[in-house]
Nanobody
Framework: VQLQASGGGLVQAGGSLRLSCAAS????????MGWFRQAPGKEREFVAR????????FYADSMKGRFTISRDPAKDTVYLQMNSLEPEDTAVYYC?????????????????WGRGTQVTVSS
C-alpha cells in the first residue's frame, strides 16, 4: 500500500489549504485513514481520522472547528480541509491508513504511512 499526500504549500495566516491523500490500491478494506503532523523539533501529532465505511470523524481538540477530514471511497482518497491557518500549523502533514480498528490518535493504530506534504503558514 502506498499513500501519496499532496496539496501542501505556503499560505498566509488566516488562509486555507486542502490536503489530499490517495491510496495506491482500493480502500474498501480499510478501517480508517488519518492525518498527523510533525513540526520541526517536535514529536508527531495527531490531527484527525475518519472511518472508511461510516465516515465517523475524530479530531484532536486543538483542530476542532478549523480542520475538516473527509473521504471519497470511489477515489480511494482522504482529504483534510484546513481553514484559519496559523503559523503554529506549520509542519509536515502525513496521512496514514489503519487496516483494523479501533484507530484513533495513536500512531501505532496505523499500518501504512505516506511521505508527507509540507505546510508552511507565514505570519
Amino acid at each position: 500500500v502506498q499513500l501519496q499526500a499532496s496539496g501542501g504549500g505556503l499560505v498566509q495566516a488566516g488562509g486555507s489549504l486542502r490536503l489530499s491523500c490517495a491510496a495506491s490500491e482500493r480502500t474498501f478494506g480499510y478501517h480508517a485513514m488519518g492525518w498527523f503532523r510533525q513540526a520541526p523539533g517536535k514529536e508527531r501529532e495527531f490531527v484527525a481520522r475518519i472511518t472508511w465505511r461510516s465516515g465517523t470523524t475524530f479530531y484532536a481538540d486543538s483542530m476542532k472547528g478549523r480542520f475538516t477530514i473527509s473521504r471519497d471511497p470511489a477515489k480511494d482518497t482522504v482529504y483534510l480541509q484546513m481553514n484559519s491557518l496559523e503559523p503554529e500549523d506549520t509542519a509536515v502533514y502525513y496521512c496514514a491508513a489503519a487496516m483494523r480498528g479501533p484507530a484513533y490518535s495513536r500512531s501505532n493504530d496505523y499500518d501504512y504511512w505516506g511521505r508527507g506534504t509540507q505546510v508552511t503558514v507565514s505570519s
